[in-house]
């Protein structure tokens, strides 16, 4: 068996390989040098590289991402950490009108990488669980990642930060724990190419990020139905491989698209959309989107109980589009784990 | 003591600066400048009183009314007038406007249109500059609505943890628009005051009067180049034109006839011809062969526009990403 490390420690081992080849690089974000060290993902990054390139931050989103760029237009590399995605919200103005338009104005690049943690579960409510991916492409100029395996969130946060434009590197919580085969050293994923990870003949799924897991434990059990999928882990959200896509949609002719953000207006959406416009001809019957309900997410422990999707939720949407009739009977045996936690390694406190 | 060398080239740069604003004044209603633009006449002073102070190599930014920053640190007229005209030889390829000027050549790093929004990108930029030990400074324009942003705290906040070499340049002209300063902040509270509070050096000027900008202006920098950190410089002054566009508005009455006229009375350039006066070298020719140089320049510099061909339409979906 190859080495295998968890998602947390690939994006650990990326910012050290990062900031070793190239000392322009410079790291940032509340916390990236206490003992928790954002989730263990910049632990020992200052011991190494020194207080001047890995620094904790005051709580100034927006200006922290305005020096972001600046710093960027004069030859530093940054890559700045926000422990949810909810607080990068102070920093739009400078994220929209500053990061996504410096090039298509001025012609100079923004080489700066912005990682985003998503919250999930464990009371983390309304305003710690947004996934605001769909945001971010709707704007010209940013590029957007969600990896969802070890070996891709190192090899895409390496691409991002080499890239020479803003991007939007998007972890879920519930992945960081999550092992993968990763290998050593300089290792790159491209972004803007998604990942076909199961090959099947009955209905191409599009997903990202966690819901790639919950697909996986979905194909299982559809498997034993003799329903067989091809999954898509889009891995970029912005640009989209729409090439990908559509290559599946013409074998299988059916679709399912998932989103971990609010339905309207969603990633998902797009992938229906430009599926029905670019593939009308091939598709079989009528496509369908999984995602969040139009609503704030829920705290409490019951709240939540039906409200995120998971892999029976997938199946469910799976036979609508096959246009099997559904009894109501899927269970994926998940053991003691309760619904509001990714696993038994997670003890919050978030 | 008045350094006449220095005093020379504020005048000439002021009146370039001057010029150029009023052919555009003239020029607008022609209507081949289809931005909103917004004129900088009668605030010469603080432009050029820091950028004579300021060296080629330091870096600028600057807001919506950036005409006179970008002309004072040397920027291009020929560009910035094509940029105005969205003509492909604008400094901005005809992307970006009157409100999006760029000359790096001579270090003027970017305007924008956003209030505040350049303050922590030319903080950034002094990061970068005392990561790369740079002797080097930014300095950033901004306005006293700025003031108001929290991006504007956020920023000043960390050049001062940091003691980035970063030079804030606050303009303050009393109004936001038609706002007046008394309904948009406390009555007595002094803007440069506040901002020592935060934790830098801070002073104050006549920004009228561009000897004493200039003389502020390399107090702050040398302090900064020693090493000091941030400082900050408040200078008062006055927009004699509407906020955005060619025209006169005391007629809206959001401001009184009077106040205006006091401010006129004390132009930048009136002041400085009036110090200059006791400088032996300096005539009625002078001023002449200076204002007739200036309006060569700015003509130039509409010749060069209107000549220039438009960008095509299909140039519109280029440069989205860097490669």
């Known amino acids: 068996m190859k080495r295998q ?10 910012l050290f390989e990062a900031m070793k080849e190239d000392n322009s690089i410079i790291c940032y974000g509340l916390g990236v040098d206490d003992p928790k060290g954002i989730f263990g993902s910049t632990i020992g990054l200052q011991e190494k590289f020194g207080e001047e390139r890995v620094f904790d931050m005051p709580a100034s989103e927006n200006a922290m991402t305005g ?44 080489p700066i990488t912005i990682r985003l943690i998503v919250g999930q579960g464990w009371g983390n409510g309304p305003t710690h669980s947004q996934s605001l991916h769909s945001w971010f492409s709707h704007i010209p100029g940013l590029k957007v990642v969600m990896p969802t395996t070890a070996a891709d969130a190192k090899g895409l946060l390496l691409s991002a930060i080499a890239d020479n434009n803003p991007v ?7 992945l960081h ?15 803007g190419k998604a990942k076909l990870i199961n090959e099947g003949n009955d209905i191409s799924i599009v997903s990202m990020s966690y819901l790639t897991i919950e697909a996986k434990l979905a194909i299982e059990y559809l498997k034993e139905k003799d329903i067989s999928v091809d999954l898509i882990d889009l891995r970029t959200v912005k640009p989209i491989d729409w090439d990908t896509i559509y290559k599946s949609v ?20 797009e992938v229906i959309a430009k599926v029905s416009i670019n593939c009308f001809e091939d598709l079989k ?29 997938i199946i469910e949407s799976v036979y609508q589009v096959l246009g099997i009739a559904d009894n109501g009977s899927v269970v994926i045996d998940r053991g003691e784990t309760p619904h509001d936690v990714p696993g038994d390694w997670f003890k919050g406190p978030f | 003591m008045i350094d006449w060398e220095i005093a020379i080239k504020l005048y000439k740069n002021m009146q370039l600066i001057r010029h150029i604003e009023e052919t555009i004044a003239r020029k607008y209603t022609e209507w081949k400048m289809r931005c909103p633009t917004h004129l900088s006449i009668g605030q010469e002073g603080i432009a050029s009183g820091v950028s004579i102070a300021l060296s080629k190599a330091d870096l600028v930014m600057s807001t919506h009314r950036s005409h006179a920053h970008y002309i004072a640190k040397g920027g291009d007229p020929n560009t910035l007038i094509a940029e105005i005209y969205g003509k492909s030889t604008g400094c901005s390829s005809g992307i970006g406007g009157s409100m999006h000027l760029i000359d790096k050549s001579v270090g003027f790093m970017g305007s924008t249109s956003i209030v505040g929004n350049t303050i922590p990108i ?27 942003e929290g991006v504007f705290y956020e920023s000043v906040n960390f050049a001062a943890i940091k003691k980035l070499p970063v030079l804030f340049i606050c303009e303050n002209n009393f109004y936001s628009v038609y706002s007046s300063l008394k309904v948009r902040q406390p009555e007595g509270r002094k803007i440069y005051k506040m901002v020592e509070g935060i934790g830098i050096k801070s002073a104050f000027g006549d920004g009228n009067n561009a000897i004493e900008v200039n003389n502020l202006t390399k107090n702050a920098i040398t302090s900064i180049r020693e090493g000091n950190g941030p400082y900050f410089l408040e200078f008062s002054t006055y927009r004699w034109l509407e906020h955005c566009g060619p025209n006169y508005d005391n007629d809206l009455g959001y401001r009184s006839f009077n106040e205006y006229s006091d401010w006129k009375e004390k132009d930048p350039i009136v002041m400085l011809e009036k110090q200059l006066k006791e400088y032996d070298e300096f005539s009625n020719e002078k001023i002449s062969t200076i204002r007739n140089h200036s309006q060569k320049i700015a003509d130039e510099a509409f010749e060069f526009a209107e000549s220039s061909p438009f960008p095509k339409p299909e140039d519109a979906y280029k440069n989205l990403y860097s490669e």
């Open chain 1, 177 to 191: 724990n999550m092992q993968g085969e990763v290998p050593e050293g300089d290792y790159r994923i491209p972004i």
């Open chain 1, 250 to 269: 013409k074998k299988t002719g059916k679709l399912l698209a998932l989103d971990i953000g609010n339905a309207t207006n969603s990633v998902a959406s």
């Open chain 1, 285 to 313: 019957s009528a496509p369908q989107r999984l995602a969040l309900p139009d609503y704030p997410i829920p705290t409490g422990f019951s709240l939540t109980q039906k409200f995120f999707n998971r892999a029976e939720d």
């Open chain 1, 5 to 14: 490390i968890t998602f947390i420690k690939a994006i650990n081992e990326a």
């Open chain 2, 122 to 148: 030319a903080v950034g930029l002094g990061l970068s500059l005392k990561l790369q030990k740079s002797k080097h400074i930014s300095c950033v324009y901004f306005g006293d609505g700025s003031i108001e």
């Open chain 1, 168 to 174: 939007i590197f998007i972890e879920h919580r519930w």
């Open chain 1, 67 to 110: 020096i972001a760029i600046g710093a960027s237009l004069n030859n530093i590399r940054p890559v700045m950490v926000h422990q949810r995605t909810d607080f990068f919200l102070l920093a739009m103005d400078q994220l929209v009108n500053s990061a996504a338009k410096w090039h298509y104005i001025f012609g100079a690049c923004v």
